[in-house]
């Protein structure tokens, strides 16, 4: 079945440096993926999303790379903040958006 | 324009009963999604409804589990005889429509605690 592997699944930087997380996805069918943020006992936000036809996307200090061939995506965090440490999670979707797979989740910490 | 509503937020249930999870989409959404986190855990996609039809179950357990988005009221995720691996926070999210690249919003979760 359609799975998305997440890696690492801790992530502890200093704050000002860079943080990148990587996914990886089975389905060579997937088109859309959406990041979500989700801090402590709160809902998944989405952050940052790339369809399959665009490269890379850039929001201020958050940045999403698409290789299709390679079936890999990242999420790129620049000049980290203290408020940055949450998780998370990666996804894929389907052509249909009939289902979203997720990631297991990153952890995030950013040491002030 | 609420969110996307989910109630309650905290449910606690004996082993044996029945547990009901509601979530009233967002205005104008008809597409519901259920996701289930464990613990320490990622999101589980459980089950994709529209509108008086389950699209995709692929995602719930076999037994024990049901879900229903009827024509008017909420999306309802029926658990029966809850055990204690039911324990999780379930996500409910909406979407304006189910095609490609659409996003979803989230609901606050119901957060099931079986003891």
């Known amino acids: 079945g359609e799975n998305v592997e997440q890696h690492p699944s801790t992530l502890s930087v200093q704050e000002g440096d860079s943080a990148v997380i990587k996914c990886t996805y089975s389905d060579s069918a997937s088109n859309y993926f959406p990041w979500y943020k989700q801090e402590l006992g709160k809902r998944p936000q989405l952050i940052i999303d790339?369809?399959?036809?665009?490269g890379e996307k850039k929001d201020q200090r958050i940045a999403v790379t698409l290789n299709k061939t390679a079936k890999h995506f990242s999420l790129h965090i620049t000049e980290t903040q203290p408020e940055d440490s949450a998780v998370y999670f990666c996804a894929a979707s389907n052509p249909g958006g009939f289902k979203t797979i997720f990631g297991a989740g990153t952890r995030l910490f950013v040491k002030a | 324009n609420a969110g996307v509503m989910q109630n309650p937020r905290h449910l606690v249930r004996r082993r044996g009963q029945e547990a009901r999870l509601r979530c009233s989409p967002m205005?104008?959404?008809?597409?519901v999604y259920w996701y289930r986190q464990l613990p320490e855990e990622g999101l589980k996609f459980m089950v994709y409804l529209q509108k008086e039809n389950i699209i995709d179950e692929s995602g719930m357990p076999k037994e024990r589990f049901s879900a229903e988005f009827p024509k008017e009221g909420p999306s309802i995720l029926r658990i029966q005889q809850v055990v204690r691996g039911d324990s999780a926070a379930y996500f409910c999210?909406?979407?304006?429509?189910?095609?490609?690249?659409?996003?979803?919003?989230f609901g606050q979760g119901t957060r099931l605690t079986v003891v």
């Open positions: 999210a909406s979407s304006q429509d189910g095609g490609p690249n659409t996003e979803a919003f």
């Open positions: 790339i369809r399959s036809n665009v």
């Open positions: 205005k104008g959404h008809s597409h």
